[in-house]
Structure formats: C-alpha cells, structure tokens
C-alpha cells in the first residue's frame, strides 16, 4: 500500500472508533438536516430554517434548491458541510497518524484560502462566482475540516513532548 492509503502504521496509535462516531454522527445529521427543507411542512422548514440562520444568510438565489424551495443553507455552506462529513468518512481510511499538528494546521489554513479568493475577488469586482465556484470552495474546506475534527477525536494526542509535538 502506499503511505497515504491503507492499514494503520505498527506502532501507530489506536484508532478510537467511539471518537470517529462522535465525529460523524453530529455532521451526518446536519447534512441531512440542511437539505431536508423542500421535502417537509411549512412548520418544519420554519424550524429547520431558523437552525441554520445564525450560520448562513440563506440567500435564496444562491442556495440549492428542489422544485422552488431551497435548502437550509446556501451553495457555499452545502459545501462546507458537506465536505465536513466527507472529510470524516475519510479518515478511517487515510493513515492520519502519520500527519503532524503543523501539518494538519498548514492544511486548513490553505483550505481557506480558494474560498478566501473566492469571495474576496467576486466582492471587488473582478471575478463573478458561481454556485460551482461557492460550492467546490466551500467543499475543499470543509474536507480540510472534516479530517482535522475527525483525526481530532478517533487519534490520541500525542503525548506532550513527543515527535507530534515539536512539529
């Protein structure tokens, strides 16, 4: 197998499944939970609307939508979220044990970075996104994300001194 697909290294820590089910069930419900508006009662899309509110302006012009209702989040959060549950599906089978704390931290910050230059550009004026622009941007961080929350919970942090903690 190659070093980044395979079995966990010997000698590497535990995988904790608990931790990797504590990662996925939360964001497997919010990626339900944000394209369940078009196919629920008026009483329940209020409901499921106002749970995304804080988090998302649900422009409804730049959201996914079924027949003309639209999800609970728009094109760039149904990336971010699910890019998230992809990034924690993942992480079984990547060899994350091998990844360092600086490692993991340079890979979300540059994650950032297309949906920085995304948005940044399209408000000066010199690129108009699209919703594959906001959602492709949006899915590459949310991966990011998804793999940095997941590897938090399913591997043990190395111990305080240790080769992780140098890096």
């Not at 990797?20 to 419900?29: M, N």
């Not at 993991?104 to 540059?110: D, I, N, P, S, Y």
């Not at 920085?116 to 004026?125: H, N, V, Y």
């Amino acid at each position: 197998m190659n070093a980044l697909f395979g079995p966990p290294d010997v000698g590497a820590p535990a995988f904790r499944w608990a931790g990797w089910g504590l990662a996925l069930a939360p964001t497997a419900l919010l990626v339900g939970l944000l394209a369940l508006p078009p196919f629920v009662g008026e009483g329940p899309r209020a409901l499921l609307m106002a749970l995304f509110d804080p988090v998302c302006h649900q422009l409804p012009a730049r959201s996914f939508a079924v027949g003309s209702v639209p999800f609970a989040v728009c094109h760039r959060c149904t990336g971010v979220l699910g890019g998230l549950l992809l990034g924690v599906l993942l992480v079984p089978l990547l060899r994350a044990s091998r990844w360092s704390s600086a490692t993991v931290r340079v890979g979300l910050l540059a994650a950032l970075v297309p949906m920085a230059l995304d948005w940044s550009l399209d408000a000066l004026g010199w690129w108009g996104n699209a919703p594959a622009s906001r959602f492709g941007t949006g899915l590459v961080f949310g991966l990011a994300a998804g793999l940095t929350f997941a590897r938090a919970l399913a591997l043990p942090s190395p111990p305080a001194g240790g080769p992780a903690a140098s890096s």
